[in-house]
């Protein structure tokens, strides 16, 4: 029976070693044994025969859950609570089945199978499930790290996820032979490769990781304007008018630099409100921006807002639609939300795109057929004040419409099969996309892939961006919604990642800040203070080269999809004499 005192040891070990990586920096290299002491226990318990050890492990992910991501719960605290138990369910119900696996499948393979698994259930969360939270994925533990971690280029942060589980698999496994006697009896050749392939697992990564970090990157140099206007999102809506925080960013755009040559400028994620898309012209914040581009036409901007999308059709696009009413024909007018990003340039609107990974709980309701009645019969109604002047349903959309990776040019009015649903005028904004301004350097269209705050946790999904033209990645985000805590800065570091799987410069515009220029080595050139309004001003490089994650996607996560449904069906098959 595994001593209690010897379970919660192993059981903090394992908190500590595996939270270091989010909250110290350049501590990412503790990832790689942080889960040893975890294995251990769990051999404790399987030797010992120790019963309801499903409540350890939980307990284990259920605080390194809270320990890393405790900020969670400064803008809600429900969905923080909801985050932490069940993000730690999930990673415990994978942890268990390795454990239903090791009664079924004897050596090496239960241990293969639980990489497989865990790498397996990582990727449904970056793609497929509607309740993800990816932020402790465990190639992320060296976002702040990102001089052993070049090599994501390649495999991508999921590929990281596999390094942590070789190593911790591999140093277990020496641990295991020495206490068990069994290296003693290996031979030469056998002692020799046991040490030899741990030593690979561990430092091949490192050597792999310095080998390219001189990789060289030129491209096109292009000036980037970073305003940070420094709102406290809980109070801006209430004390500031729209003109008031417009007035504010102009300000300190004009009073930081002179913008006399090809610039792109760039606001934060939901700068401007009440939006439609079909008059974005129309709208004050919009206006404003023209006026200031008069003055300075060689620039474009990009900036993020809330907008509303009209929808006519006979039957409801959307669960969180509203239905406006009748309209002439026998149709009717519905209400979309997004949260959007938008360029302009002195001649127009150039690119409008809806954000499209969406946070579960406060931009999501997932699995809508099921969670939508019971939102409505709860909450009801709430008013859209001074928005459209009627009521709908207060959540947002599920999906968002149009080409989410087409990057089609300016006035190009051709319409993408399956990119625009039936009743939608799409001739006043002609596609729904990547948002990218057109930068006047050699006559030239220079898409520039926007990832709207969340959306730059999803690697994957970021290359997207690139595979369709994108020559300079932009983040627009809003992170003061949890204070002064880690949250903010493993968002920035995310960034990180996403510049060297991407091969792009990143240019991350922050509302309160961490705003920043980051290289394709995810080192960060320049930044700005927490909670001050800033201007950052520098140079960016429009690149054209595509990674290898860039034009092949996440190999790893779908060989480890594979290789779990394998071993799966191994241990499910009855084993006969």
Same mark, same amino acid.
């Given at each position: 029976?595994?001593?209690?005192?010897?379970?919660?040891?192993?059981?903090?070990?394992?908190?500590?070693?595996?939270?270091?990586?989010?909250?110290?920096?350049?501590?990412?290299?503790?990832?790689?044994?942080?889960?040893?002491?975890?294995?251990?226990?769990?051999?404790?318990?399987?030797?010992?025969?120790?019963?309801?050890?499903?409540?350890?492990?939980?307990?284990?992910?259920?605080?390194?859950?809270?320990?890393?991501?405790?900020?969670?719960?400064?803008?809600?605290?429900?969905?923080?609570?909801?985050?932490?138990?069940?993000?730690?369910?999930?990673?415990?119900?994978?942890?268990?089945?390795?454990?239903?696996?090791?009664?079924?499948?004897?050596?090496?393979?239960?241990?293969?199978?639980?990489?497989?698994?865990?790498?397996?259930?990582?990727?449904?969360?970056?793609?497929?499930?509607?309740?993800?939270?990816?932020?402790?994925?465990?190639?992320?533990?060296?976002?702040?790290?990102?001089?052993?971690?070049?090599?994501?280029?390649?495999?991508?942060?999921?590929?990281?996820?596999?390094?942590?589980?070789?190593?911790?698999?591999?140093?277990?496994?020496?641990?295991?032979?020495?206490?068990?006697?069994?290296?003693?009896?290996?031979?030469?050749?056998?002692?020799?490769?046991?040490?030899?392939?741990?030593?690979?697992?561990?430092?091949?990564?490192?050597?792999?990781?310095?080998?390219?970090?001189?990789?060289?990157?030129?491209?096109?140099?292009?000036?980037?304007?970073?305003?940070?206007?420094?709102?406290?999102?809980?109070?801006?809506?209430?004390?500031?008018?729209?003109?008031?925080?417009?007035?504010?960013?102009?300000?300190?755009?004009?009073?930081?630099?002179?913008?006399?040559?090809?610039?792109?400028?760039?606001?934060?994620?939901?700068?401007?409100?009440?939006?439609?898309?079909?008059?974005?012209?129309?709208?004050?914040?919009?206006?404003?921006?023209?006026?200031?581009?008069?003055?300075?036409?060689?620039?474009?901007?990009?900036?993020?807002?809330?907008?509303?999308?009209?929808?006519?059709?006979?039957?409801?696009?959307?669960?969180?639609?509203?239905?406006?009413?009748?309209?002439?024909?026998?149709?009717?007018?519905?209400?979309?939300?997004?949260?959007?990003?938008?360029?302009?340039?002195?001649?127009?609107?150039?690119?409008?795109?809806?954000?499209?990974?969406?946070?579960?709980?406060?931009?999501?309701?997932?699995?809508?057929?099921?969670?939508?009645?019971?939102?409505?019969?709860?909450?009801?109604?709430?008013?859209?004040?001074?928005?459209?002047?009627?009521?709908?349903?207060?959540?947002?959309?599920?999906?968002?419409?149009?080409?989410?990776?087409? %990057? *089609?040019?300016?006035?190009?009015?051709?319409? /993408? =099969?399956?990119?625009?649903?039936? @009743? !939608?005028?799409?001739?006043?904004? #002609?596609?729904?996309?990547?948002?990218?301004?057109?930068?006047?350097?050699?006559?030239?269209?220079?898409?520039?892939?926007?990832?709207?705050?969340?959306?730059?946790?999803?690697?994957?999904?970021?290359?997207?961006?690139?595979?369709?033209?994108?020559?300079?990645?932009?983040?627009?985000?809003?992170?003061?919604?949890?204070?002064?805590?880690?949250?903010?800065?493993?968002?920035?570091?995310?960034?990180? %990642? *996403?510049?060297?799987?991407?091969?792009?410069? /990143? =240019?991350?515009?922050?509302?309160? @800040? !961490?705003?920043?220029?980051?290289? #394709?080595?995810?080192?960060?050139?320049?930044?700005?203070?927490?909670?001050?309004?800033?201007?950052?001003?520098?140079?960016?490089?429009?690149?054209?080269?595509?990674?290898?994650?860039?034009?092949?996607?996440?190999?790893?996560?779908?060989?480890?999809?594979?290789?779990?449904?394998?071993?799966?069906?191994?241990?499910?098959?009855?084993?006969?004499?």
């Amino acid at each position: 029976m595994m001593k209690r005192s010897v379970a919660i040891g192993l059981m903090l070990a394992t908190v500590v070693l595996m939270s270091l990586p989010w909250l110290v920096p350049h501590m990412g290299w503790t990832a790689l044994f942080g889960l040893v002491p975890l294995l251990i226990m769990e051999r404790l318990a399987t030797s010992g025969g120790t019963k309801h050890f499903f409540w350890w492990h939980y307990g284990t992910f259920v605080l390194w859950n809270a320990v890393t991501t405790w900020w969670v719960c400064e803008a809600t605290v429900g969905g923080g609570i909801f985050a932490v138990l069940a993000n730690a369910l999930q990673m415990s119900v994978v942890f268990g089945s390795f454990r239903l696996v090791k009664k079924r499948l004897s050596g090496a393979l239960p241990y293969i199978y639980l990489a497989a698994a865990w790498i397996a259930w990582e990727r449904f969360y970056l793609t497929s499930a509607q309740i993800s939270w990816p932020w402790l994925v465990l190639g992320n533990a060296f976002a702040d790290t990102t001089g052993l971690v070049q090599w994501y280029s390649v495999l991508g942060h999921t590929g990281g996820s596999l390094w942590v589980w070789l190593c911790n698999l591999a140093i277990f496994g020496l641990m295991v032979a020495f206490s068990d006697g069994r290296f003693s009896s290996w031979n030469l050749k056998a002692r020799t490769a046991a040490i030899f392939g741990a030593v690979l697992a561990l430092f091949g990564p490192m050597a792999w990781s310095w080998s390219i970090s001189s990789r060289e990157f030129t491209g096109e140099p292009l000036r980037v304007v970073i305003g940070q206007p420094n709102f406290d999102p809980y109070q801006k809506f209430e004390f500031l008018t729209q003109a008031q925080q417009d007035a504010r960013y102009l300000k300190l755009l004009e009073e930081a630099t002179p913008i006399d040559e090809p610039v792109l400028i760039l606001a934060p994620e939901t700068f401007t409100s009440r939006v439609f898309t079909d008059d974005i012209e129309s709208h004050e914040t919009y206006r404003r921006f023209q006026g200031f581009l008069s003055g300075h036409p060689l620039a474009s901007v990009i900036y993020g807002a809330s907008s509303y999308e009209k929808v006519y059709s006979f039957s409801s696009p959307d669960p969180c639609a509203y239905d406006m009413g009748l309209q002439s024909g026998g149709s009717h007018l519905w209400i979309l939300m997004h949260n959007s990003a938008i360029s302009v340039d002195t001649s127009g609107v150039t690119g409008l795109y809806h954000k499209s990974k969406l946070v579960v709980g406060t931009e999501l309701t997932p699995y809508p057929k099921f969670f939508i009645p019971f939102q409505k019969l709860l909450l009801g109604e709430t008013v859209m004040a001074q928005d459209v002047g009627q009521k709908r349903i207060s959540c947002l959309p599920i999906v968002t419409y149009g080409d989410s990776l087409g %990057l *089609r040019p300016r006035n190009d009015k051709k319409e /993408v =099969a399956g990119s625009v649903m039936p @009743g !939608i005028d799409n001739s006043v904004m #002609p596609g729904i996309d990547r948002a990218y301004p057109v930068i006047p350097s050699e006559a030239s269209v220079s898409p520039i892939g926007t990832a709207v705050c969340y959306e730059s946790v999803y690697g994957e999904f970021c290359t997207g961006y690139v595979r369709e033209g994108a020559r300079l990645l932009a983040v627009i985000t809003n992170d003061a919604w949890w204070g002064n805590t880690p949250g903010y800065r493993q968002h920035l570091n995310y960034s990180r %990642l *996403r510049a060297i799987e991407c091969g792009r410069y /990143v =240019a991350r515009c922050a509302n309160t @800040g !961490i705003s920043a220029i980051i290289d #394709p080595h995810g080192r960060i050139l320049s930044h700005t203070s927490w909670w001050q309004p800033a201007v950052l001003d520098g140079t960016v490089q429009l690149l054209d080269c595509q990674t290898f994650f860039v034009r092949y996607g996440d190999i790893t996560g779908r060989i480890s999809v594979l290789l779990f449904l394998l071993l799966a069906l191994a241990a499910l098959v009855p084993r006969h004499r």
